[in-house]
């Protein structure tokens, strides 16, 4: 399994532990949470009252805005790499950065969902 280093492109793409916010703490880094210190829990079950947790909505928000971030760096590099094939476009070096960009969180993308399938194939594949 390769790991990709997380570097200012994708650094947008996947905050950090220490600035996500769970059950109503802040991170760490903020000084919310100190050692030993438990997460708070929903008070309601998920499933309950037609709600779902502030953890459940997060996590869903998180994914959702990670591909919505890659889908619209694919399209600005679909768009500047049609800018590059008719002379319209001036900076080549754009279209390139932008295209590498694309290509990394499309890479990153891939390696967490290939990560989380085989977590679900292990549980799945587990002995009551």
């Known amino acids: ?25 802040v991170g760490a880094a903020q000084g919310g949470l100190t050692e030993g210190t438990a997460p708070t829990t929903p008070t309601a079950p998920l499933g309950t009252s037609g709600q779902t947790s502030a953890v459940g909505n997060s996590f869903a928000n998180l ?5 919505d971030s890659v889908q619209a760096t694919q ?24 295209a590498d960009e694309a290509d990394i969180q499309t890479q990153l993308t891939a390696a967490v969902r290939n990560s989380a399938l085989q977590a679900f194939q292990q549980i799945m594949g587990m002995q009551l």
């Open 75 to 98: 399209t600005s590099a679909d768009n500047l790499a049609t800018q590059a094939a008719t002379g319209s476009l001036t900076n080549v070096a754009d279209y390139m950065v932008t």
């Open 1 to 25: 399994m390769s790991v990709l280093p997380v570097g200012a492109a994708t650094g947008a793409l996947w905050p950090s532990a220490d600035t996500v916010q769970s059950g109503g703490q």
């Open 63 to 67: 994914l959702g805005n990670a591909m």
